[in-house]
């Protein structure tokens, strides 16, 4: 079965400091999907990333696939108090998507 | 547009009750997940429906079934709950777009459920 390791499992910064979630999987990616959640809240669908090497950006996130497509890499320019919460990432396998156990991030003003 | 809608959002239980957890989305969509979240363990997926009238397991299946009423509902039961059954959990959908691409899920906001 695919698993996914997520790293850090917790990241403290400072507002405005950059920072970088890494997602690490044990077979090929051929969907690999990242998601935020704030405590007590649903998942926010980030982005979605499919081709090896491909990097897509929404305002101050950007996400990479890399080459192999084994691991993928979420990183946040300038961070801010908004950006404070639980990022997973999800993969998909034979018509489910699984998730890794997530990054806990807390952006102190 | 509601999207996922779960009831109820909070439930307490005594061990070896039963419940069932609702689930319903307007979007028309194919697929729709039941997941559970525990601390330090993220999401784990307990069953899906990739269409109508299909349910698979999925990681942790132990203690639950489900029902896929119509292609709207999908309902999670707890037949006889236990503490260890105490958790968040999501249910989700998807335009089921192929074998290795599931489209965007939509997640509902969470049932909260506590089993003594």
């Known amino acids: 079965s695919q698993e996914l390791e997520q790293s850090p499992q917790s990241l403290i910064v400072q507002e405005g400091k950059n920072l970088t979630i890494n997602c690490t999987s044990s077979?090929?990616?051929?969907?690999l999907y990242w998601y935020k959640q704030k405590y007590g809240e649903g998942l926010i669908f980030l982005m979605m990333?499919?081709?090896?090497?491909e990097e897509k950006s929404h305002e101050k996130i950007t996400a990479k696939l890399d080459e192999k497509k084994q691991q993928s890499s979420l990183h946040i320019t300038a961070s801010q108090p908004s950006h404070a919460g639980i990022y997973l990432c999800g993969a998909t396998t034979s018509y489910k998507l699984t998730f890794g156990k997530g990054t806990l991030l807390t952006v102190n003003p | 547009n509601a999207g996922v809608t779960q009831t109820p959002k909070f439930q307490v239980l005594k061990t070896g009750q039963s419940m069932t957890l609702q689930c319903a989305q307007d979007m028309n969509h194919n697929s729709m997940y039941w997941y559970r979240q525990d601390p330090g363990m993220g999401l784990r997926l307990i069953y899906y429906s990739a269409s109508e009238g299909t349910t698979d397991k999925g990681e942790v299946p132990n203690g639950y079934n489900v029902s896929r009423l119509n292609k709207r509902e999908f309902s999670l039961r707890l037949e006889s709950a236990a503490p260890s059954q105490t958790s968040v959990y999501f249910c989700?959908?998807?335009?089921?777009?192929?074998?290795?691409?599931?489209?965007?899920?939509?997640f509902g906001e969470g049932s909260r459920l506590t089993v003594l």
């Open positions: 077979k090929t990616l051929y969907g």
């Open positions: 990333l499919q081709k090896g090497g």
């Open positions: 989700a959908s998807s335009e089921f777009r192929g074998l290795s691409n599931t489209g965007e899920l939509f």
